[in-house]
């Protein structure tokens, strides 16, 4: 078993969602046996914590689950311990997710390369 830091992507939407977009970039870290269940538990966390509730001025405030943008081999540390949040504001969030989705796709394709070798 090895020890990884991934970065989650959620979305904040507040009432309408007629405000500049937010995002929430969370680093986690996972205990998993390699990279590919790595991401998968990742992205599980990050379903598992979408959350909806009414603000501090009754408002709903929704955060969705975007993908795992990073993933990074480490040594050992406490599983599941978020060690980073960054709450960013986006003029193009069409743009953000793109790319949010296009980085998830990539490990994910790296992670299954390692764990299935073609050779």
Not at 52 to 69: A, T
Request: hydrophobic share 35%; charged share 30%; aromatic share 10%.
């Amino acid at each position: 078993m090895k020890w990884y830091l991934a970065k989650l992507v959620y979305r904040i939407i507040c009432g309408e969602g007629t405000h500049t977009p937010q995002f929430d970039e969370q680093l986690r870290l996972v205990y998993a046996e390699d990279d590919l269940h790595a991401f998968q538990k990742a992205r599980i966390t990050g379903h598992n914590e979408e959350d909806n509730f009414l603000n501090d001025i009754h408002k709903p405030v929704h955060w969705k689950f975007i993908d795992v943008s990073e993933l990074h081999l480490l040594t050992e540390l406490i599983d599941g311990a978020e060690l980073y949040s960054k709450i960013c504001e986006e003029e193009e969030a069409d743009r953000y997710i793109k790319v949010t989705k296009q980085r998830a796709s990539y490990i994910l394709e790296n992670s299954m390369q390692k764990a299935f070798p073609l050779n």
